[in-house]
């Protein structure tokens, strides 16, 4: 007796085929996150007053100022923290420009985490390591030579000799005039403790 023969019907497979994401760009990443700077609400990170751009050197060059003491690492959103360093600086570098970075009673709980500073080196384009002309760290630590020293051997060897430690904020005069730098009082107060009060004479040098 013949017996009936059942067809089977196989799954399409081809409707089951894994999507292999796509993997972002250096650039799409950080056209992505300058949009997102754009639009979202940065006041928490603004309004701690801790990055911000103060006048030009003796060569109009934009001066980007941070302070590390108004850096608390244990209470902000650190991914708003890179959003705002991307909303303030991106047009600033399109052209030459130089960060003065005060380290002044700064300590443990302002040290960026490492893992923050690679992602933020590896996310911002060429542009901003081309056309920082300096990097001053004024009141240098131990902790930030040796970071500094480590990050621009291994990491950022582009930006190893724009590296200027300072002992005081006197030393920026001879690039800046004084009233294109604006610096949180505690700041001068410190460096009139270690350093003394020669440099605060009036400066006849032109701008």
């Known amino acids: 007796m013949a017996m009936d023969t059942m067809a089977v019907e196989l799954p399409d497979l081809s409707t089951h085929t894994p999507q292999v994401p796509v993997e972002e760009t250096a650039e799409e990443k950080y056209e992505r996150l300058l949009r997102r700077a754009r639009t979202e609400d940065l006041s928490e990170i603004s309004g701690i007053g801790c990055l911000y751009q103060s006048g030009v ?50 300590s443990s709980n302002n040290h960026p985490p490492f893992s923050w500073l690679k992602e933020a080196y590896t996310v911002l384009p060429y542009k901003y390591k081309k056309n ?28 190893k000799a724009k590296v200027h430690n300072l002992p005081g904020v006197e ?6 005039a004084r009233d294109q730098l604006e610096v949180p009082a505690f700041v001068t107060e410190y460096d009139m403790t270690i350093n003394g009060l020669h440099y605060f004479q009036p400066d006849t040098r032109n701008t």
């Open 171 to 176: 030393y920026l005069y001879s690039v800046m």
């Open 57 to 106: 050197d003796r060569l109009g060059r934009p001066v980007v100022v941070f302070i590390g003491k108004w850096f608390p690492i244990g209470d902000i959103d650190l991914d708003k923290a890179l959003l705002y360093l991307i909303k303030l600086l991106d047009p600033i570098v399109r052209g030459d420009y130089v960060i003065a970075y005060f380290h002044t009673l700064a």
């Open 132 to 159: 920082l002309k300096a990097f001053y760290i004024v009141h240098p630590t131990f902790w930030t030579k040796m970071m500094t020293w480590w990050f621009t051997t291994f990491m950022a060897p582009a930006i």
